[in-house]
C-alpha cells in the first residue's frame, strides 16, 4: 500500500461543483474533487461516468458550464483559477496523457513533446530536446526513438509519446489516464513506484484506471463517479476491490471468470516461420510459428511494439509476410487480401476501435452490415435491402445489448463499451450467416482496452462463449491479467519473435514477465 499522505502539503487540485452539459447530455453534474499534494488520487468510472470530461475540463480543452477550479500554490495558499486553454493548462503545471491520444501523426516524437511550449528563443536546439527525451525514456523504462514519425508508432507506442510528452513538461499536477497498459508487470510496478516518489516531492497525482489492482496498490484516496455524478470518496486502504466495483457500476461484478476446458480439436490458425516487415522496412515478426485449434484461447503476451501489430495484420491480411505460411482451417491464405480472409472465417477484432474499427461518422447500422452486406443477407445483388438491414441490425443491437439510442445513431456517439460490442458483433455474426462457423477465428487485440469493469466483464465472456461454440481465438493484449484470466496457453512476444508457450493453468507471472522483458524461458 502506498505511504500516508502529509497532510501539511495542503490542496492541489481542487474542482468544485464542476457541470458541463453536451447536446442530449449531463456529462458532469456539479461534481466535487480534491487532490492533495503528496497524494496519488484515483479515478474510478464506468465508460461515460464523465472522468475523462471532468480532466478535460481541468486541461483546458473544455470549459464548464459552471463551477470553480482552485489550484494549490508553493506557499500552500489555494488561489481561484480559470484554465481558457490548453496552454494555459500547461503554463498552470497541469500535465495529462488522455486515454484518446492528442498527437500529430505526422510530427515526430520530439516535435509532439514541444507542441505547445512558449520559448523565448526563436531556434529549437533538436539534440538537446532528443537527449532530454531520451533520458526520460530511459529513466521510466519507455524507449522511444525521439526522431521517429508518430503514424509509424504502434498504439500502445504513442501512449508511451504521451506520457514522455508529460514528463517532459514538469508538471505538478500529473493526470494519467490508463498508463501501465502498456508495460510489463515490472514496468507498472516500477512506474507505480515513479508515481509515489513524484507525490512524495509534493506533486498532485490523478491516476485513473480500470485496473482495480493497480488502485489498491497505487493510490491513497479514490473518487468514484457514476452518470456524472460523485458517488464517493474513499481511502484506499479502507475499501477494496469488490466494493469499488460497485460503487462503480451500482452491481456485484464478477472478477475471475471460468477458463474453458480445453477439448482437443483440429488446428484452426496454422502459422509456420512468418517474418513481416513494419512501416520502416524493419523486421518485425521474425520466423513465428504456432498454431491455435478450435475451443483454445491463444493468449499472446508482451509489451506493445514488440510485433503484435504486425503479426495481427499478417493473419487477417492486413500486411504481408515475406517468409512462412498462414493457414486458416487448412487452406493456404498467405498474404491474400483481406476479403479472403473474411470468407474463410476470419474475425477481426482490431486495437484501434475508433480509427480502424468503426467508420465514427456511420450509423450504428452501417458499421454493423459491414461484413454482411456481401452474402445476400441484407442485399439483393449490388442493392440493399433497407428492410433487412433494419432487421439485421436491430437483432445484433438486442442480442449484444449494445446500448444505443436508435440503429441510426452514429457510432462515435457511443460509450468505449458499446462500440466494442457493436464490433464483436458484427465480426461474429458475419461468420454465422456466412457458415464459416467450423473454421472461425477470432483475432481480438486489445478487446477490452480503455474499458471500465463492466464492460470488461462482457466482453471477455462474449469471447469464452465464442470459444465454447468451437471458434480459435488469438488473443493479443497488453492487459496481463486478461491473458491470464481466460487463455488456454500463453505466448510470450518480445522483439518479434515468441519467446516460449506456457499453459495457461500453470502460467507463473513472474516468468511471463522476464520474458516479456527479453529473458530465455529455458534458462529460468
Not at 523486421?283 to 509489451?303: H, M, P
Not at 491474400?336 to 482490431?350: C, E, L, S, Y
Not at 466482453?459 to 486478461?482: F, H, K, M, N, Y
Request: with cysteine.
Amino acid at each position: 500500500m502506498s505511504p500516508n499522505i502529509d497532510l501539511e502539503n495542503g490542496i492541489g487540485l481542487d474542482m468544485r461543483l464542476i457541470t458541463k452539459r453536451f447536446p442530449g447530455v449531463l456529462a458532469a453534474d456539479q461534481v466535487n474533487f480534491s487532490v492533495r499534494k503528496g497524494e496519488v488520487h484515483g479515478l474510478l468510472g464506468e465508460n461515460g461516468a464523465g472522468k475523462t470530461t471532468l480532466m478535460s475540463i481541468l486541461c483546458g480543452l473544455y470549459m464548464p458550464d459552471d463551477g470553480e477550479i482552485f489550484l494549490g500554490t508553493e506557499r500552500n495558499a489555494v488561489e481561484k483559477v480559470n484554465i481558457g486553454s490548453p496552454r494555459e493548462a500547461i503554463q498552470l503545471g497541469i500535465g495529462m496523457v488522455h486515454q484518446h491520444f492528442r498527437l500529430v501523426q505526422s510530427h515526430t516524437v520530439a516535435e509532439n513533446c514541444i507542441l505547445g511550449l512558449s520559448d523565448k528563443s526563436i531556434i529549437i536546439n533538436h539534440t538537446e530536446i532528443a537527449n532530454r527525451i531520451a533520458a526520460i525514456g530511459e529513466r521510466y523504462q519507455m524507449h522511444i526513438e525521439p526522431d521517429s514519425y508518430v503514424w509509424q508508432l504502434s498504439i500502445g507506442e504513442q501512449q508511451r509519446v504521451e506520457i514522455l510528452k508529460m514528463l517532459y513538461r514538469n508538471a505538478d499536477v500529473l493526470i494519467l489516464d490508463e498508463p501501465t497498459a502498456v508495460l510489463t508487470p515490472q514496468e507498472s510496478q516500477a512506474l507505480g513506484i515513479t508515481l509515489r516518489a513524484m507525490a512524495k516531492e509534493g506533486k498532485a497525482v490523478v491516476f485513473i484506471s480500470h485496473k482495480l489492482d493497480e488502485i489498491m496498490e497505487i493510490t491513497d484516496r479514490v473518487t468514484v463517479l457514476r452518470n456524472g455524478c460523485n458517488v464517493k470518496t474513499v481511502e484506499t486502504a479502507e475499501t477494496d476491490k469488490e466494493k469499488l466495483a460497485n460503487l462503480m457500476v451500482g452491481r456485484n461484478v464478477v472478477f475471475s471468470v471460468e477458463r474453458p476446458s480445453f477439448k482437443a480439436r483440429n488446428p484452426v490458425l496454422e502459422v509456420d516461420g512468418v517474418t513481416a516487415q513494419n512501416d520502416k522496412g524493419v523486421d518485425a515478426v521474425s520466423n513465428v510459428t504456432f498454431s491455435v485449434k478450435g475451443g483454445e484461447i491463444l493468449g499472446v503476451a508482451g509489451v506493445s511494439g514488440n510485433g503484435q501489430q504486425e503479426l495481427a495484420e499478417v493473419i487477417t491480411g492486413l500486411r504481408r509476410s515475406t517468409e512462412g505460411t498462414v493457414k486458416v482451417g487448412g487452406i493456404n491464405l498467405t498474404n491474400r487480401t483481406p476479403d479472403k480472409f473474411i470468407f474463410n472465417g476470419v474475425g477481426h477484432i482490431p486495437g484501434d476501435r475508433i480509427g480502424v474499427g468503426l467508420a465514427g461518422n456511420l450509423s450504428v447500422s452501417d458499421n454493423l452490415i459491414m461484413k454482411a452486406f456481401r452474402g445476400g443477407v441484407v442485399s439483393r445483388g449490388i442493392f440493399l435491402r433497407n428492410e433487412a438491414v433494419r432487421d439485421y441490425s436491430d437483432r445484433l443491437i438486442n442480442d449484444f445489448d449494445v446500448d444505443t439510442p436508435d440503429r441510426n445513431t452514429p457510432v462515435r456517439n457511443l460509450s468505449g463499451g458499446n462500440q466494442q460490442k457493436a464490433i464483436l458483433a458484427r465480426e461474429i455474426m458475419a461468420r454465422t450467416e456466412q457458415g464459416t462457423r467450423d473454421n472461425g477465428l477470432l483475432v481480438a487485440v486489445q478487446p477490452t482496452r480503455g474499458l471500465d469493469v463492466g464492460a470488461t466483464e462482457v466482453v471477455r465472456r462474449l469471447l469464452l462463449t465464442q470459444c465454447e461454440q468451437g471458434d480459435a481465438i488469438l488473443l493479443i493484449s497488453d492487459d496481463l491479467d486478461e491473458i491470464l484470466s481466460i487463455s488456454t496457453n500463453i505466448a510470450v512476444m518480445f522483439s518479434g519473435k515468441i519467446m516460449g508457450i506456457v499453459d495457461g493453468d500453470k502460467a507463473d507471472i513472474s516468468e511471463i514477465g522476464i520474458m516479456m522483458a527479453g529473458g530465455d524461458k529455458s534458462a529460468l
